[in-house]
């Protein structure tokens, strides 16, 4: 079995600051995984995966992720927040890829951003 | 490309009637679709996925004759949930899967049972 660890409920951070979203992984096996970010009201938005090929994994919207084995983790960071970034933000893991691969996700972290 | 919409985008219904929510691909056929519900402030739990022209496999505690799900092709799939009560009231997410592929979420559909 897999789960996925966020820690904290809400990090709060000042327009122009470093974005670090924590996400910490337990899977039996090599995983994929993903983060998400959802707007209210609305569905999910893949920003990135690692699916076994780098390490450092480059999104979308200036976000990118490292893949730490030794350490189970997979932090989102951004050097440079944006108001645009306030959002959720949700950490999965699957154990495989493909159709049928089901995800299994955190309970999110929300992202306020400060003028 | 790779776009997946719900209809509709939220709906009231009054306690013991049933609604019925569709999740369509609207640019690739999806041989997997997946339901998740998502309270506020939690995250999405996934309820059941569905292969087209096949039952879908429901997760541990979702109750299958409640929450009733159809993918009749290869590019919609169907929820249905009967009897509702104010406790289903939800966000409820589909997302859709083209072959050997990601999850692609839609927009969601809010559901208030009064």
């Known amino acids: 079995a897999q789960s996925v660890t966020q820690l904290g409920s809400h990090v709060s951070v000042s327009e122009g600051a470093l974005v670090l979203l924590r996400c910490n992984y337990s899977?039996?096996?090599?995983?994929?995984l993903f983060w998400y970010v959802q707007y209210p009201n609305q569905g999910l938005q893949l920003l990135l995966k690692?699916?076994?090929?780098?390490?450092l994994v480059k999104g979308i919207n200036g976000f990118e992720a490292e893949f730490k084995k030794s350490e189970t983790s997979f932090h989102l960071t951004k050097p440079s927040a944006h108001m645009s970034d306030a959002a959720e933000y949700f950490c999965?893991?699957?154990?495989?890829?493909?159709?049928?691969?089901?995800?299994?996700f955190g309970k999110g972290i929300t992202l306020s951003v400060r003028p | 490309g790779a776009v997946v919409s719900q209809h509709p985008s939220w709906v009231i219904c009054k306690s013991g009637t049933s609604v019925k929510i569709e999740c369509r691909s609207l640019?690739?056929?999806?041989?997997?679709m997946f339901w998740y519900r998502q309270f506020p402030k939690q995250s999405l739990m996934l309820m059941a996925t569905?292969?087209?022209?096949?039952?879908?496999?429901?997760e541990q505690g979702v109750e299958k004759d409640k929450f009733l799900i159809n993918h009749a092709s290869l590019t919609l799939s169907t929820l249905t949930v009967t009897s509702a009560h104010p406790e289903d009231s939800s966000f409820y997410i589909c997302?859709?899967?083209?072959?050997?592929?990601?999850?692609?979420f839609g927009p969601g559909t809010r559901l208030t049972v009064t």
């Open positions: 997302s859709a899967s083209p072959l050997d592929s990601e999850q692609y």
């Open positions: 569905s292969n087209e022209g096949s039952k879908a496999t429901y």
């Open positions: 899977s039996s096996v090599p995983p994929y």
């Open positions: 999965a893991v699957s154990l495989y890829t493909g159709a049928n691969s089901k995800l299994t």
């Open positions: 640019d690739f056929q999806a041989t997997t």
């Open positions: 690692y699916t076994s090929a780098a390490t």
